[in-house]
């Protein structure tokens, strides 16, 4: 394969599908580069706490490292105090202070008619008043940068997290090794580093990284088969991207542009001298980007705040919007006193205190069910490939197809401007079934982690209601359905929970009582096994004991604690351990805070975060951290009958 490929072999998805598994798979060793670290820094608590979660599991396999040049480029921040440069923080000010620069420019030649072309209603005084104004009232949102991130708590979970897997290298040896090699294979243009000719200092930097990691996968051969190295350096000394890749068009599979995203291989040389070395030909490379892209792809839930963050970064192109049919368009305002903006029915405020004898048990009881017809027009209005979307075609010339289409793609790069696209056909008029079909993918789109569904579900109650009647029920029936139902229309044997929130508030609500009374008919007829059922409004406590642990030092100004009891409306869920049960499931946590308990009972009984409370007994001081003892396993699938 020295001579590269021109043409991917691969569509995208296979491609995500892989590095998925190659990234999960035991028998993987990964290594993570210094700017992953620095990317940290730029994420907010609940992104980086999901990239901890999935690096310590595999930490915990003995299988994620980094190298030891690594921790010392990120320890030469730390000596100079210089952690605050990986931040935004750091250039909070950088926008005002060009700003002011442009005030003073034009401050010298902004005159009235300057002012009077621009179409400026005002004299240069106002105009020179205003434009400092305008750069004042930044402050107010910039403000936030200071708050958001802070290197010394970062650092501290970094520290924490990712210490253990600092690899302890011969690092004097490499430099020695690099400094021999590293000449000649500038000169020859071999990689990687020789990008870095250029460089100052630190140029054979990347060369000692890859020795280093050369290295240690030979002392680990034997344990392992594959290599995935995790970098956000793209260089073309790294890896390069194939002029075409592999994609399914109109149901044959064809090679297409490599674009959004653009899929990267390692270079061929680096495979080959890997192999030569270590005597394994499996290496990858791959930015932290599209890592996350594949593992939303097979694990949505475990990076859904990590997607979300990274996809601020990702701007859609205009060659996107035309797959769409249009620029995207954002979804238009609307009238606070006209559309209202909705709450979820009894939303049961998570609270963490002492046991409160008054709190209201869930029961386990459905409320009265409608009239058989009051969910049959949705029911008989939705055609037989609605509830087969497997079935329903997609590819007809009108608008609403043509996102239904965009939304099947699993791309994110095509699926956020579609769901932009929507506010052009908000009131036009299509079959039941194709907006039944449309609410399925919304919420497909949004478990899949594609930014603007998520947001779309965020908003629904608002949402909803820029749609007419009746499409905006068959909308919703369709997102509802999506849950419980896959592509042929057989019950999930485990719903797709990632964002029911919004939309079992919303079908709770009087103005729904045909939606509700639609899905509650289907699952009925299914025979769905449920301990929270759409329409549901019980309030389920969850009561968390736990024991002190002595002689530890706090961590972020909480306690370490050892998890003694969890139950749920009485029911106890934190059971003795099967042989072989993942303790870690549905996420990978090594510890548990309380908002992660209720997540975790959320995801596996298939509960909206708003019908749980929480309470902690005894209340402990700061954000304490639970641990599962070694024997236990947080099991909430035990309420439910010959769970």
Same mark, same amino acid.
């Given at each position: 394969?020295?001579?590269? @490929?021109?043409? @991917? ?30 990317? $940290? ?76 072309? %621009? ?15 305008? !750069? ?49 294979? !500038? ?24 020795? *280093? ?8 051969? *034997?344990?392992?088969?594959? /290599? ?24 044959? /599979? ?25 005597? $394994? ?6 930015? @932290? ?8 792809? #097979? ?142 993918? !919304? ?62 508030? $919303? ?15 289907? @699952? ?28 530890? #030092? ?11 009891? !969890? #139950? ?35 995801? %596996? ?33 035990? /309420?439910?009958?010959?769970?």
């Amino acid at each position: 394969m020295l001579l590269g @490929l021109n043409l @991917l072999k691969q569509t995208k998805d296979d491609f995500l599908n892989d590095l998925s598994a190659v990234a999960s798979a035991q028998s993987t060793l990964i290594f993570i580069d210094t700017n992953i670290l620095a990317y $940290l820094f730029k994420l907010h608590d609940a992104a980086r706490r999901e990239f901890f979660d999935w690096a310590v599991k595999a930490i915990g396999e003995g299988r994620l490292f980094l190298p030891a040049w690594c921790a010392g480029e990120y320890l030469a921040r730390v000596r100079e105090n210089q952690l605050h440069t990986y931040t935004p923080k750091s250039k909070d000010d950088q926008p005002r202070k060009q700003l002011e620069a442009m005030l003073e420019t034009a401050s010298l030649f902004v005159d009235e008619a300057v002012l009077a072309a %621009s179409n400026f209603d005002g004299s240069r005084a106002d105009y020179l008043t205003g434009f400092q104004e305008a !750069i004042d009232g930044l402050k107010q949102y910039t403000r936030a940068f200071r708050h958001q991130f802070d290197p010394d708590k970062i650092h501290a979970e970094i520290e924490e997290h990712l210490g253990p897997a600092v690899l302890e290298s011969p690092i004097a040896q490499l430099c020695d090794r690099a400094a021999k090699e590293g000449p000649s294979r !500038i000169e020859h243009r071999l990689p990687p580093g020789f990008r870095d000719d250029a460089k100052p200092e630190n140029r054979l930097g990347d060369l000692i990284i890859w020795l *280093e990691i050369l290295r240690y996968s030979e002392i680990r051969s *034997e344990d392992f088969s594959h /290599v995935l190295v995790l970098t956000n350096d793209e260089k073309s000394d790294w890896v390069y991207a194939p002029a075409r890749r592999l994609e399914v068009v109109r149901g044959s /599979v064809r090679p297409v542009p490599n674009k959004d995203p653009v899929l990267k291989i390692i270079d061929p040389r680096l495979v080959s001298e890997f192999k030569q070395e270590v005597g $394994l030909e499996h290496i990858a490379i791959c930015t @932290l980007s599209i890592l996350v892209q594949s593992l939303s792809k #097979t694990d949505a839930a475990t990076v859904a705040q990590l997607a979300a963050a990274i996809q601020i970064d990702l701007v859609a192109t205009d060659e996107v919007a035309a797959e769409v049919g249009a620029a995207p368009v954002e979804i238009p305002s609307f009238d606070p006193e006209v559309v209202e903006a909705g709450a979820p029915v009894n939303p049961g405020v998570v609270q963490e205190g002492s046991v409160q004898p008054e709190a209201i048990p869930h029961v386990l009881v459905a409320p009265p069910a409608p009239a058989a017809d009051i969910g049959e027009a949705i029911a008989t209005a939705i055609q037989m490939d609605g509830y087969r979307d497997a079935d329903y075609q997609s590819d007809g010339p009108d608008d609403l197809n043509t996102i239904i289409s965009s939304l099947k793609s699993h791309n994110w790069y095509i699926q956020n401007p579609a769901i932009l696209k929507l506010s052009t056909i908000l009131h036009d008029e299509f079959p039941a079934t194709s907006w039944f079909v449309l609410g399925r993918n !919304i919420y497909q789109a949004a478990c899949g982690n594609a930014q603007k569904a998520m947001e779309f579900m965020g908003s629904l109650d608002t949402r909803m209601n820029f749609f007419l009647e009746p499409s905006r029920k068959y909308v919703l029936a369709g997102i509802v359905y999506e849950i419980y139902f896959d592509s042929h229309g057989a019950l999930r044997e485990t719903p797709k929970a990632e964002m029911i929130a919004k939309p079992l508030a $919303l079908i709770a609500k009087p103005e729904y009582e045909d939606v509700r009374a639609f899905i509650r008919s289907k @699952l009925d007829a299914a025979g769905a096994n449920l301990f929270f059922f759409p329409g549901d409004h019980g309030n389920c406590q969850v009561i968390v004991q736990s024991e002190l642990v002595d002689d530890v #030092t706090p961590v972020d100004e909480g306690e370490k604690r050892v998890l003694t009891s !969890i #139950t749920l409306d009485g029911r106890e869920i934190l059971t003795p351990a099967a042989p072989g049960i993942n303790r870690w499931h549905p996420r990978y946590r090594v510890s548990y805070r309380g908002r992660d308990i209720i997540d975790d009972i959320a995801i %596996s009984l298939s509960i909206p975060r708003w019908a749980l409370t929480l309470v902690l007994d005894p209340q402990p001081e700061g954000d304490a951290r639970f641990f599962i003892p070694e024997d236990r396993q947080l099991n909430p699938t035990v /309420v439910l009958d010959g769970g």
